[in-house]
């Protein structure tokens, strides 16, 4: 059974920084591209960060040079180092993991992680 577990999510003040993590498990995980979606109330999901097998990040241009993502494929976890967190950046946070066994596309979501941020 494929899941995906964020954590790190929290309450912080403006400038601070938090570190979400994402631990997958069913999954050939060192093969998955893992993407950071957030959505904020009101608001669709938006993509906030993505690396790939290759250590390949993309970042959306609202969180560059703020947010870092990083992975661990000994320990199936993927980061997101945030920081100098903003209002704005308040959502929730979902990690998202996708690719391809064999010819068989995968694409799984894990359930959220609220992220808060004060000003």
């Known amino acids: 059974q494929v899941q995906l577990v964020e954590s790190g999510g929290g309450l912080v003040q403006a400038g601070g920084s938090l570190r979400l993590s994402c631990a997958a498990s069913?999954?050939?995980?060192?093969?998955?591209?893992v993407a950071w979606y957030r959505q904020a109330p009101g608001k669709q999901r938006e993509l906030v960060a993505s690396?790939?097998?290759?250590?390949?990040?993309n970042y959306a241009d609202s969180v560059v040079g703020r947010f870092t993502a990083s992975r661990d494929n000994a320990k199936k976890t993927v980061s997101l180092q945030m920081n100098s967190l903003k209002p704005e950046d308040t959502a929730v946070y979902y990690c998202?993991?996708?690719?391809?066994?064999?010819?068989?596309?995968?694409?799984?979501w894990g359930q959220g992680t609220q992220v808060t941020v004060s000003s």
């Open positions: 069913g999954i050939i995980f060192s093969l998955s591209t």
């Open positions: 690396i790939t097998s290759g250590d390949s990040t």
């Open positions: 998202n993991a996708f690719g391809t066994t064999g010819f068989l596309p995968y694409n799984y």
